[in-house]
């Protein structure tokens, strides 16, 4: 089956550094998607990567390695608004996106 | 302002009735979705749409149904809802299906069904 993991819960402090890890199992791989979600709100596109390596975007990066079934996204300079869930999707062989659960990062002053 | 719209914001719906959720995109995007989420748990793809006029079945179809006959609408009829159907539902778009297609997400609809 096809299967995508990432932490439930995540806690950190503002002005801090946090590594949100995603790992998948799926049928084929076209690319792999990070978004981000507030509560009571829509899902909206943070990152895209389909080659290994990190992509960077200001103060968010993420990183991939498709031998390894393995993502993380990176998120700097935290800010109180970064609290939100953030969910790692994998696009299948049949272009399909298969979701993680999500990740609730929950930000500390 | 282009976007994607959904009706309605939310409802509650008796066990039985027929049911139908409204996504409309300004965007011309070729491909829209629906998924619905629930706690714990993915996203989960009920039904996409590649291009207008043509419709496929996503992870959970079953006791829905959709139609694209044009670019910017792709209704979803619940047609006797049960109370496994309570979710929140979100219709998505993007430009094509493929690789690097983004999806936007409309506001969602929360749909309780007793």
């Known amino acids: 089956g096809q299967n995508i993991d990432q932490p439930t819960e995540m806690t950190a402090t503002e002005g801090a550094i946090v590594q949100i890890n995603c790992t998948y199992q799926t049928s084929g791989f076209n690319g792999l998607f990070w978004y981000q979600q507030h509560a009571g709100e829509a899902p909206t596109f943070l990152s895209y990567n389909v080659l290994d390596g990190l992509e960077e975007k200001g103060r968010f990066s993420s990183f991939l390695s498709r031998s390894k079934g393995y993502s993380y996204l990176l998120l700097k300079e935290l800010q109180m608004k970064d609290s939100a869930s953030y969910l790692c999707a994998v696009m299948d062989s049949n272009y399909q996106l298969i979701w993680g659960a999500g990740t609730k990062l929950i930000i500390k002053p | 302002i282009a976007g994607i719209t959904q009706a309605p914001t939310s409802q509650i719906l008796a066990a039985g009735r027929r049911m139908t959720l409204r996504c409309t995109q300004d965007?011309?995007?070729?491909?829209m979705y629906w998924y619905r989420q629930d706690l714990g748990l993915g996203l989960r793809l009920i039904h996409y749409?590649?291009?207008?006029?043509?419709?496929g079945k996503g992870e959970v179809p079953d006791g829905y149904s959709v139609s694209r006959a044009n670019t910017d609408d792709f209704p979803l009829t619940l047609a006797s809802a049960v109370p496994s159907q309570t979710s929140v539902y979100f219709c998505?778009?993007?430009?094509?299906?493929?690789?690097?297609?983004?999806?936007?997400f409309g506001p969602g609809t929360r749909l309780t069904v007793l």
């Open positions: 749409s590649n291009t207008a006029g043509t419709t």
């Open positions: 998505a778009s993007s430009v094509g299906h493929t690789g690097d297609n983004e999806q936007f």
């Open positions: 965007m011309r995007h070729n491909a």
